[in-house]
């Protein structure tokens, strides 16, 4: 199956920094989602963005789906933005019936 | 809007009881509905997916098993917890692109 890779494991910020994670995966999708898991465990979804680039905010992604990566740009981090964060992506082959994989996430903390 | 509720948000059981979440959306027909588990609070793992009432493929083989009794209704059951079944699970729906994922029932198998 697809291999979703998703670097750094981990990233400590101090408040007002910016930070960039990535999110490369094996092979064609037709589906890339970016998501953040907050201390309550609930996933809010960022991004859908199979490819392109979104803003919304603060936030901002890319994928080049091509070069088979997505990047998930924060700017400005604010505390509120710690928490771990997701690729998802539904390969393009086959018949997946909208079936997600995971990366392991980017655990964000940003300290005041 | 198209509400995913789970039940319970969390729950303690004992090794070798049974097991019963639930979860039910709102707002929309015959949608694709997904049991995730996440343990150790990293990545998510696939474990059951159903496109339609009754219908139900496992992803993994394991002490779980899934029904759907109902349209918008996705249960999650074992006969016997193990240790190992502790996590986190979440329910989700597939919409036209985007999957939305329900708050989580947080199980602990003691």
């Known amino acids: 199956g697809i291999q979703v890779e998703q670097s750094p494991p981990d990233l400590i910020l101090q408040e007002g920094a910016n930070s960039t994670l990535r999110c490369n995966f094996s092979?064609?999708?037709?589906?890339l989602q970016w998501f953040h898991q907050n201390p309550w465990g609930q996933l809010i979804n960022l991004f859908y963005?199979?490819?392109g680039t979104k803003q919304n905010g603060r936030l901002s992604a890319t994928t080049v789906a091509t070069e088979r990566y997505s990047l998930l740009y924060i700017s400005s981090s604010q505390t509120t933005d710690s928490g771990v964060y997701f690729c998802?992506?539904?390969?393009?082959?086959?018949?997946?019936?909208?079936?997600?994989?995971f990366g392991q996430g980017t655990i964000l903390t940003v300290h005041p | 809007s198209q509400t995913i509720h789970q039940w319970p948000a969390t729950l303690v059981q004992p090794v070798g009881s049974p097991l019963s979440l639930e979860c039910t959306v709102e707002g929309t027909s015959n949608p694709n509905l997904y049991w995730y588990r996440q343990a150790a609070g990293r990545g998510l793992q696939l474990l059951f997916y159903s496109v339609g009432i009754g219908q139900i493929s496992s992803e993994v083989p394991q002490n779980l098993s899934a029904s759907r009794p109902q349209d918008r209704q996705f249960i999650l059951s074992s006969k016997k917890l193990l240790l190992s079944d502790s996590g986190f699970y979440l329910c989700a729906r597939g919409g036209a692109y985007e999957q939305y994922f329900g708050p989580g029932t947080r199980l602990t198998v003691t």
């Open positions: 998802a992506v539904r390969g393009a082959g086959g018949t997946s019936y909208g079936k997600l994989t």
């Open positions: 092979d064609s999708v037709n589906n």
């Open positions: 963005i199979p490819s």
